[in-house]
């Protein structure tokens, strides 16, 4: 099962079955189809860890609802630059998989978006 990285073999190598790993995966192989990617996974199935959305906000980390994104400063206002930040890569997200859906990468994206 060992295979070396230098081997030509496995050009990378993704750890967990979630929605990041998922993603970079499909946006590797768009932009090099001949790219030998492996992903591992430990649990019985994917996405059953921080993807899983009894795990998270379940708001696809747009930063909408995650009072972490938006801490208090020490003269009482509300500090938005993380959650801005957090929303612009989700926006980004969703602009990438619209792409697959045009391309017909994804098929059924009401399959994974409620």
């Known amino acids: 099962m ?4 230098h081997s030509g073999k496995t050009e990378v190598v993704l750890i967990g079955t979630g ?3 998922a993603t970079l995966a499909v946006m ?4 090099d189809p ?3 990617i492996k992903i591992y996974e430990v649990l019985d ?9 009894w795990n998270n906000a379940g708001t696809g980390h ?3 609802c995650e009072l ?14 993380k959650a801005l930040e957090v ?11 619209s792409y697959l859906v045009g391309k017909k990468v994804i098929e059924n994206p009401q399959s994974f978006i409620p």
């Open 19 to 21: 929605i990041m790993s």
């Open 68 to 81: 972490n994104y938006t801490p208090e400063k020490e003269d009482g206002c509300i500090d938005i630059a």
């Open 28 to 31: 590797l192989n768009q932009l």
């Open 45 to 53: 199935q994917p996405a059953q860890e921080s993807s899983n959305a």
């Open 2 to 5: 060992e295979e070396s990285i």
């Open 34 to 36: 001949n790219l030998q």
């Open 62 to 64: 747009a930063a909408l």
């Open 87 to 97: 929303n612009t890569e989700f926006d980004l997200s969703r602009q990438f998989w």
